[in-house]
């Protein structure tokens, strides 16, 4: 896999485009059971980050619960063009906790 594939963004086609501008692997899909064979796929290939609308996030949560343990692929989710549904926040909220063993992003003491 070249350089340029080892980011790769997929989602659906507003939503990504954008992205291929700054040279990241570009893959308008909508449907979640190809979009899991595509993280499959770009996975087996060596892609090293895979950036997923969240609505295709929420949709792929067992597929993505495979790679979960594994140092490649990171798999970030990302608003789509219709806003944040809260996916991504949720997402870097748990994995901070996970790794300070505690919660400080959104702790109640502010």
Not at 47 to 75: D, G, H, M, N
Not at 84 to 110: P, R
């Amino acid at each position: 896999m070249s350089d340029k594939g080892n980011i790769a963004i997929i989602g659906d086609r507003d939503s990504v485009l954008l992205f291929k501008a700054i040279g990241l692997s570009v893959y308008p899909e909508s449907d979640a059971a190809a979009a899991s064979r595509l993280i499959a796929r770009l996975a087996r290939e060596g892609c090293k980050v895979i950036f997923l609308t969240e609505p295709l996030f929420l949709s792929c949560a067992e597929t993505i619960e495979k790679y979960r343990e594994q140092a490649y692929p990171a798999i970030i989710p990302v608003p789509d063009s219709n806003g944040s549904s809260g996916a991504a926040m949720a997402s870097i909220k748990s994995n901070v906790e996970k790794a300070i063993g505690a919660d400080i992003l959104f702790s109640e003491d502010e």
